[in-house]
T-cell receptor
């Protein structure tokens, strides 16, 4: 079945540091890939997405590129801020059709803490 | 539109009691999903509706769990004879149809079984 593996956390960085959170996946067909973020006390929000190989999703300075050859979708940001402190989830949605369409399979989440 | 809303936000119940949660999706969304999230883990899929039809259920959804979406609008998730292992955050999400369409999540209902 489908699965998503995220790098072990938590991740602690100083403000303006470079961020990478690794994500690899296993899926049949060509899934859509997502990064969701959960800020303290809030619900899950979509951060960015990519729907086909070599697509780059970007939002709020975060980027991730859909790499089919390495089955990866690593999240990066060049300069993190204290306000980026949150839990980040990598997820996939199978596009194999049928009733599984749109269902999300999540990684375990990575806690990011950014210090001033 | 206020997004996906869930009620209640918190529920504490005694083991063996029944509980029911409600989810109101974004009004034009025909897909509705329920997920369960335990501490330190990502959300796990429970079940999915397209309009009023329940099209998929996870193996995680035991016979004690039942979900409905009458008239394709709001949805309810009922857990009968709750067990301590049912303690978790229950998340509802909705989306439109189509590949890669964003799922919008509610803030969840946190269930504690004592």
């Amino acid at each position: 079945g489908d699965s998503v593996t995220q790098m072990e956390g938590p991740v602690t960085l100083s403000e303006e540091a470079f961020l990478t959170i690794n994500c690899t996946y296993t899926a049949t067909g060509y899934p859509s890939l997502f990064w969701y973020v959960q800020y303290p006390g809030e619900g899950l929000q979509l951060l960015l997405k990519a729907t086909k190989a070599d697509d780059k999703g970007s939002n709020k300075g975060f980027e991730a590129t859909y790499r089919k050859e390495t089955t990866s979708f690593h999240l990066e940001k060049g300069s993190v801020q204290v306000s980026d402190s949150a839990v980040y989830f990598c997820a996939l949605s199978s596009n194999a059709g049928g009733t599984s369409y749109g269902k999300l399979t999540f990684g375990q989440g990575t806690i990011l803490t950014v210090h001033p | 539109d206020t997004g996906v809303s869930q009620d209640p936000r918190h529920k504490i119940t005694k083991r063996g009691q029944n509980v029911t949660f409600r989810c109101d999706p974004i009004s034009e969304h025909n897909r509705l999903y329920w997920y369960r999230q335990t501490l330190g883990q990502g959300p796990e899929f429970l079940t999915y509706f397209q309009n009023e039809a329940q099209l998929e259920k996870s193996r995680l959804l035991s016979d004690r769990f039942s979900a409905e979406r009458p008239k394709g609008s709001f949805s309810t998730l009922e857990i009968q004879r709750t067990e301590q292992g049912d303690s978790a955050m229950y998340l509802c999400a909705s989306s439109t149809t189509g590949q890669g369409h964003e799922a919008f999540f509610g803030q969840g209902t946190r269930l504690t079984v004592v």
